[in-house]
Every structure is written in structure tokens, then in C-alpha cells.
């Protein structure tokens, strides 16, 4: 059997099934990091349901390669350490984050101020800028996605894990906030997911494909699910 998502709160493990409810119209899709990894993979699946995805990340060629094999992906170059993204989306998939393995006691701080940069800071002005645009329509889905780190410590991974425990903490937040609106907001914890985040480590046995969190991320949209997901790869 493949690997299926694990929901803490029904406390079983599930695999997908057949979709209930295909999204017809075309949506506005945000997604960053869509360069590589988990971004990429979401840019694709929801590309390949006929959606409008505007891809955000530094890498210029790699989002033109995504851009020529699904033609309604456009590039959108932006440094999130610096610069912020505006506009009017049905679904923001805020995605992009770095993941730097190593000793709080021993991390650069060059390095602790990217991570926070990047998957804190850059997520927090992503979400002041386009959950507006949202509210206004009172639709919208802003999905997160976050880690088991927000629940476990992974060993040696302190300023990765420190970065994602305040992201899930953000996402608390902007839960209550949009509590009785029409936009809706979900924290995907992916476990160990085969990206170029572990091409410096070795990998766990047990990891999952980008296109399953891909999968997750675009069911949770499809079926108009919030609350938190954690999504696992195991042995059966
Ligand atoms: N892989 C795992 O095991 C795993 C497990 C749990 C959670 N996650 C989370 O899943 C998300 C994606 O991880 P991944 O493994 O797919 O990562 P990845 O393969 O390293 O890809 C990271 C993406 O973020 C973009 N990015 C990095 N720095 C950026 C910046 N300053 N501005 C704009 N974009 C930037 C990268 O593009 P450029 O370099 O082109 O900018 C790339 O598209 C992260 O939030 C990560 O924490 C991953």
C-alpha cells in the first residue's frame, strides 16, 4: 500500500479518495516557492485541473521551465526575504520556506535571520496583503504549509523548527481572525517529503513524494477543508 495522510484530529490515517466535488470554474491561484520541491508540484496539479497559477519564487529559469510544461502557470521573480506579492486570489498557497539543519547553539546568524526571514516575516506580510483582496469578496482559501516540526522538535533542525512552531502560532491567528468570514485557512503539516530541501542530509526511510503533499493541498482546496492536516509517509 502507498502512503496516506494522517488526521490527528479523526486520529486515523486516510488515503485519498476519488474526489467528491471537481472545481469547475477557473481560480486564481498564488504559490510560493513554486520553483521546485512541494511549490512546484502544487503549481502543476493545480495547472492541470485548468487553473490560473502565478508561481513566486527567485529562480527566473526553473519557474520558465514549470511555465513551459503548464501553460497557465505564470512567473512571478520575487525575493520574499525583501519584496511582498499583491493582488486579488482565490487560493494562496503560501509554500516557499528554507530549511537549514543544525544546532541552535551552533547556527549562524546570518542563517537563523533567513529562515526567520523567510518562513515567518515573508509569510506574515504575504498574508496582510492578500487576505484583504479576500475579505472583500468574503471568499477566498489561504492554505499554509507547515511541518511536523510545528508539533515535534526535530533534533538538530532548532532554528527550522523554531521558525515553524511561530508560523503555526501566525496561522492560530489568522484562523481566529477569519473565524465566521468566508475565507477559509489551513495548516498542511507535511512529514519528511523527498525535495531539494534533503540533498545535503540523508534522507529518513520513510518520505513521501512532493506530488502527495501536492495532492493533499489541492484536495484540502477542492473540498473547501480548513483546520490542520498532517500528511506522513509510513511503512504500510
Ligand atoms: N521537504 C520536506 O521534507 C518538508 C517537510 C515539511 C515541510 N516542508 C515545507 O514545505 C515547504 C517547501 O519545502 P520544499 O522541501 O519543497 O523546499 P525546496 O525544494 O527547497 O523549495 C523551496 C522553494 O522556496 C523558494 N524560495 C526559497 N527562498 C526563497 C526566497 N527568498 N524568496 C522566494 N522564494 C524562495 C525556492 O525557490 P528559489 O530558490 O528559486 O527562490 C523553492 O521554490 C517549506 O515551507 C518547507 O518548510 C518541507
Redesign the pocket.
Known amino acids: 500500500m502507498g502512503t496516506g495522510y494522517f488526521r490527528r484530529d479523526l486520529g486515523a490515517k486516510i488515503f485519498l479518495p476519488a474526489l467528491r466535488r471537481p472545481i469547475l470554474t477557473p481560480m486564481d491561484v498564488l504559490i510560493?516557492?513554486?520553483?521546485?520541491?512541494?511549490?512546484?508540484a502544487c503549481a502543476a496539479r493545480f495547472a492541470q485541473e485548468g487553473h490560473r497559477v502565478v508561481g513566486?519564487?527567485?529562480?527566473e529559469a526553473?519557474l520558465q521551465a514549470l511555465a513551459a510544461e503548464c501553460p497557465t502557470v505564470e512567473p512571478l521573480v520575487?525575493?520574499?526575504?525583501h519584496e511582498t506579492v499583491s493582488g486579488t486570489y482565490d487560493v494562496v498557497v503560501l509554500?516557499?520556506?528554507?530549511?537549514a539543519p543544525g544546532r541552535l547553539l551552533d547556527a549562524d546568524t546570518d542563517v537563523f535571520a533567513d529562515t526567520w526571514q523567510?518562513?515567518v516575516l515573508?509569510n506574515h506580510r504575504l498574508a496582510r496583503a492578500l487576505v484583504p483582496p479576500m475579505l472583500a469578496r468574503n471568499s477566498g482559501h489561504l492554505v499554509v504549509?507547515?511541518?511536523?516540526?510545528t508539533d515535534y522538535t526535530l533534533p538538530h533542525m532548532t532554528a527550522?523548527t523554531a521558525s515553524?512552531k511561530a508560523l503555526r502560532g501566525l496561522w492560530e491567528g489568522w484562523a481566529t481572525d477569519l473565524e465566521g468570514t468566508g475565507v477559509l485557512t489551513t495548516l498542511v503539516a507535511?512529514?519528511?517529503?523527498l525535495?531539494?530541501?534533503?540533498e545535503n542530509e540523508d534522507p529518513p526511510p520513510h518520505i513521501l513524494p512532493?506530488g502527495e503533499v501536492a495532492e493533499l493541498v489541492f484536495r484540502v482546496v477542492a473540498e473547501g477543508l480548513s483546520g490542520r492536516h498532517v500528511i506522513q509517509a509510513s511503512e504500510s
Do not use: E
Request: glycine share 14%; hydrophobic share 40%; charged share 15%.
Open positions: 510560493t516557492g513554486a520553483s521546485r520541491g512541494i511549490g512546484r513566486v519564487a527567485r529562480s526553473q520575487a525575493d520574499l526575504r509554500n516557499a520556506g528554507l530549511f523567510l518562513n515573508a504549509i507547515g511541518s511536523v516540526a527550522y515553524k507535511p512529514g519528511a517529503t525535495t531539494s530541501s534533503w512532493a
